[in-house]
C-alpha cells in the first residue's frame, strides 16, 4: 500500500467530456491531454499509477512524460516513500508555475477587468479599463489594450487569453450578437489572436462562469446549472459533464424567459421577462421602491426564479443550481423563496434532492471559467 500523503490539491471533478470527434491524427495529443487531466485533479502520480488510470502502456506514459517534462508542464518530485519491494516509483507533479492565463472578463458595462492567473487558478495579477461608453471597433481595441497590459504582466510564457463575454458566442469564438457592446459577428478571438500572437478562446460569460464552477467551484457532475445575476441575468448548463451550448448557441437565455406578462418592458422587446426582476440594477431599485419592505420584495422575486426554474430542474432533473451575483441580494428570503416555489411545483424526487446555492467564486467566476477556456482549449484539461 502507498504510504505518501494524500495530495494537497482540491479533488477536482471528472473532466468535462470532449463533444467534439477526434481525429486520428489527435491520439498523441489526447493522449497527453489526459496525463495532464489527471494530474490537474489530483496527483502527484507515478508513471506506473498513471498507466493504470488511464488504460495507456507504460511506454506510452513514459514517453509523453518525458516531453512533458521538457516542455516544462510536469516536475518530477521525486522518489515516493513506501515499504513496496523493489525500486521506488518516482512521483510526477503538474507545475503549476510552468505557464500563465491572461483572462478578462467582458460582463460589466462600466468596467473591463482582466487578471493573470497560474495553471491552478491562482490570481496572481488584476487590472480593470473604464469602458466610457465604448461599443463596436472601440470596444475591441479597449479588449486589445487590457489583454497586451495583463500579457506583459505575466511572468511565465502566456499559454493562451481565455474571454468571457457577454452575448450570444459561437464555438470558434465570433461573437455573433451582443447588444451592450455593439458587435454583431464580430470573430473578437480571431481578432485579439493576431494583434497578440497568442491563442485566444472566447465564450459566453455566464457560460465561461458555468465553466469556473466545474473547474474550480466544486460544481456537482449530476447535471448543473448556473445562474450569473448581474447587470443582466444568464445561466450555463453543464449536463454529464459537457456544457450545453443549443443549436444557435443560446443555450441559458432563461433570461429572457417571461414570468408576469404584465411586468415591466424588457431589453428584448417583450415585457416581465425574469430579468427585468432579477437584473442587479432592477432589484435594487424596486428594494428602494419599498423601504421598510426589503424581504417582501426578495421573495416575490425569488418566486419569480422559482417558476421559471421549476421546468427546467423538472426536464432535466438537474443535482443543483448555483446561483452567482451579491450574496446581499441572493442569500436568504430571495433563495429560500426560488426553491420553495421550485419544490411546489415538481414532483418530489426532483425537487427534494435539488441543492440550490450561491457560488463561491463571486465576481470571479467569469475571470477563473476564462483560464479554464484555455486550459481545455490548450491542453485539453478541464
Ligand atoms: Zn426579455
Not at 432533473?317 to 448555483?322: G, I, K, M, Q, W
Amino acid at each position: 500500500m502507498s504510504s505518501s500523503p494524500a495530495p494537497a490539491r482540491d479533488r477536482r471533478p471528472p473532466a468535462l467530456r470532449r463533444t467534439g470527434k477526434a481525429l486520428p491524427g489527435d491520439a498523441r495529443a489526447h493522449n497527453r491531454a489526459l496525463l495532464l487531466q489527471s494530474l490537474f485533479r489530483a496527483g502527484p502520480y507515478s508513471r506506473a499509477d498513471l498507466a493504470r488510470m488511464t488504460g495507456l502502456t507504460r511506454v506510452t506514459v513514459s514517453d509523453l512524460i518525458t516531453d512533458l517534462l521538457a516542455d516544462g508542464l510536469v516536475n518530477e518530485l521525486g522518489p515516493r516513500t513506501e515499504t513496496r519491494i523493489g525500486k521506488p516509483a518516482t512521483l510526477i507533479a503538474l507545475n503549476t508555475d510552468a505557464a500563465h492565463l491572461v483572462t478578462l472578463n467582458l460582463t460589466d458595462d462600466q468596467v473591463l477587468t482582466g487578471a493573470v492567473l497560474d495553471l491552478d487558478g491562482r490570481v496572481l495579477r488584476r487590472r480593470a479599463l473604464p469602458r466610457d461608453g465604448r461599443t463596436g471597433v472601440r470596444a475591441i481595441a479597449l479588449v486589445v489594450e487590457l489583454a497586451r497590459a495583463l500579457v506583459a504582466e505575466a511572468t511565465r510564457p502566456v499559454l493562451g487569453v481565455g474571454i468571457g463575454s457577454p452575448g450570444v458566442v459561437d464555438p470558434v469564438g465570433t461573437v455573433l450578437d451582443a447588444p451592450n457592446m455593439g458587435w454583431v459577428g464580430v470573430p473578437l478571438a480571431a481578432l485579439v489572436a493576431a494583434e497578440l500572437s497568442l491563442p485566444v478562446h472566447v465564450a459566453n460569460d455566464a457560460n465561461t462562469a458555468a465553466l469556473a464552477e466545474h473547474t474550480f467551484g466544486g460544481a456537482d457532475d449530476g447535471g448543473t446549472l448556473v445562474i450569473t445575476v448581474g447587470q443582466g441575468v444568464g445561466a450555463g448548463l453543464l449536463l454529464d459533464g459537457a456544457l450545453v451550448q443549443g443549436r444557435r448557441f443560446a443555450a441559458g437565455e432563461i433570461g429572457h424567459v417571461v414570468v408576469d406578462e404584465n411586468g415591466p418592458p424588457s431589453v428584448c422587446g417583450r415585457s416581465g421577462c425574469l430579468e427585468t426582476f432579477l437584473a442587479v440594477p432592477l432589484l435594487r431599485r424596486a428594494l428602494a421602491a419599498h423601504p421598510g419592505r426589503p424581504e417582501d420584495v426578495l421573495t416575490a422575486v425569488g418566486e419569480r426564479l422559482g417558476m421559471a426554474l421549476a421546468p427546467v430542474v423538472s426536464t432535466l432533473n438537474l443535482s443543483e443550481v448555483v446561483l452567482n451575483g451579491p450574496p446581499d441580494l441572493l442569500r436568504g428570503p430571495l433563495l429560500d423563496a426560488a426553491v420553495r416555489t421550485v419544490r411546489r411545483r415538481t414532483m418530489p424526487v426532483v425537487g427534494d434532492h435539488l441543492d440550490v446555492r450561491l457560488s463561491d467564486l463571486h465576481d470571479d467566476a467569469v475571470l477563473f471559467g476564462a483560464g479554464a477556456l484555455v486550459l481545455s482549449g490548450q491542453l485539453g484539461v478541464a
